[in-house]
Each structure stands twice: as structure tokens, then as C-alpha cells.
């Protein structure tokens, strides 16, 4: 496990695939807002429904955002979006494949050539139906940003970290780098 600052009781995405599933309830005048963040502004991501559009964006440090997001808007009704990222590790900072899904059907697929290296976040928050802090993507949407549908369950699924014990080292140098900066 990387010794990296990190929201308490967040799961730690750092050098690692995950899956993230939301099973959600789409009323009959659709539905848009938050499922899932960690992390905002400065880095982090974040699974939404944006005009009823599944999105996932990762923002990697402000200095790049990738997004995934699906063609067209969630009908009424019951429905499963999943995330499912797949790291190119082992390594630090190593790049992968996310897959975004609706029922079990890929709507959008993108490899990406880097992930955050250490430190997801120091100064925002892990978030389940509303983003409490900064946005992961301001042109997106602003906080609150609730979700007006119904989120019946969440499901995080981490694969072990692909960091070697000279990349664990590493992270947890750059994470104390990352607290004497505050």
C-alpha cells in the first residue's frame, strides 16, 4: 500500500485498476448529477450524469483531462453504469484503459497515457451522489451538483497496486513533499 496522504476512508485509485458500478434509477424527466468523486479542481475524477449523459472525467493534476462520456442520455428506468479502469503498471504514474458502460454495453473507450503518480488528493473529498468541494471539471458543472436521480448502490472494486517497493518509497517521499507544501 502507498504511504500517500489520502481522504479518510476513501479508496486509494493510485497505481492500481478499479471498477467503479452504479446502479441508478432514472425518473421519467431524466436525471443528471454527481454518482461519485474524489478528488476535484486540482486532480481527482469523477463519475456523472451530465444532461443524462454517463461521463467520467479524470483530471490529472489540472494539467490534462481525459473524459469518457456516453453518446446519448439514460432513458427512464433502471439502469447500471460502470467505469472500469484498467492500469498499465507496474510503475508510477503509468497510463491504461478506461472502459464507460451502460448495462453491460461499452458506450466509450479510452487509453490514456498517464495517471496521477502518488497523491490523489490532500484537500478534497470523497463523494457519493453530490461533489461537496471543487468539480473535476468546471466546464462540466459547479458543486453541489446533486444527483436528481436515485443511486441504489455503489460498488468500488480495487485491484492490488502495481508499485514495487522502491515505487512505494517514492510515493510516500512525494506525499511528505505534498504535506510540507501546505
Same mark, same amino acid.
Request: charged share 25%; aromatic share 8%; net charge neutral.
Given at each position: 500500500?502507498?504511504?500517500?496522504?489520502?481522504?479518510?476512508?476513501?479508496?486509494?485509485?493510485?497505481?492500481?485498476?478499479?471498477?467503479?458500478?452504479?446502479?441508478?434509477?432514472?425518473?421519467?424527466? =431524466?436525471?443528471?448529477?454527481?454518482?461519485?468523486?474524489?478528488?476535484?479542481?486540482?486532480?481527482?475524477?469523477?463519475? *456523472?450524469?451530465?444532461?443524462?449523459?454517463?461521463?467520467?472525467? *479524470?483530471?490529472?493534476?489540472?494539467?490534462?483531462?481525459?473524459?469518457?462520456?456516453?453518446?446519448?442520455?439514460?432513458?427512464?428506468?433502471?439502469?447500471?453504469?460502470? %467505469?472500469?479502469?484498467?492500469?498499465?503498471?507496474?510503475?508510477? =504514474?503509468?497510463?491504461?484503459?478506461?472502459?464507460?458502460?451502460?448495462?453491460?454495453?461499452?458506450?466509450?473507450?479510452?487509453?490514456?497515457?498517464?495517471?496521477?503518480?502518488?497523491?490523489?488528493?490532500?484537500?478534497?473529498? %470523497?463523494?457519493?451522489?453530490?461533489?461537496?468541494?471543487?468539480?473535476?471539471?468546471?466546464?462540466?458543472?459547479?458543486?453541489? %451538483?446533486?444527483?436528481?436521480?436515485?443511486?441504489?448502490?455503489?460498488?468500488?472494486?480495487?485491484?492490488?497496486?502495481?508499485?514495487?517497493?522502491?515505487?512505494?518509497?517514492?510515493?510516500?517521499?512525494?506525499?511528505?513533499?505534498?504535506?510540507?507544501?501546505?
Amino acid at each position: 500500500m502507498c504511504d500517500c496522504p489520502r481522504v479518510p476512508g476513501a479508496p486509494d485509485l493510485v497505481g492500481r485498476s478499479f471498477k467503479i458500478t452504479a446502479e441508478v434509477q432514472i425518473p421519467s424527466t =431524466g436525471a443528471e448529477g454527481m454518482l461519485n468523486t474524489l478528488g476535484g479542481r486540482f486532480g481527482g475524477c469523477g463519475l *456523472y450524469l451530465l444532461n443524462g449523459k454517463p461521463v467520467f472525467t *479524470y483530471n490529472l493534476l489540472a494539467l490534462e483531462r481525459f473524459r469518457w462520456e456516453a453518446p446519448q442520455a439514460l432513458t427512464p428506468g433502471k439502469h447500471t453504469v460502470t %467505469f472500469d479502469f484498467k492500469y498499465d503498471g507496474p510503475g508510477l =504514474g503509468k497510463g491504461g484503459t478506461g472502459v464507460l458502460s451502460v448495462d453491460g454495453g461499452e458506450v466509450a473507450r479510452r487509453t490514456i497515457p498517464h495517471t496521477i503518480p502518488a497523491v490523489m488528493t490532500i484537500d478534497e473529498s %470523497f463523494d457519493v451522489g453530490v461533489d461537496t468541494r471543487t468539480g473535476v471539471d468546471d466546464n462540466d458543472y459547479q458543486p453541489p %451538483f446533486r444527483f436528481t436521480g436515485t443511486l441504489s448502490r455503489l460498488t468500488i472494486r480495487l485491484e492490488r497496486q502495481q508499485l514495487s517497493a522502491a515505487d512505494r518509497q517514492q510515493a510516500a517521499r512525494m506525499a511528505a513533499s505534498a504535506r510540507d507544501d501546505r
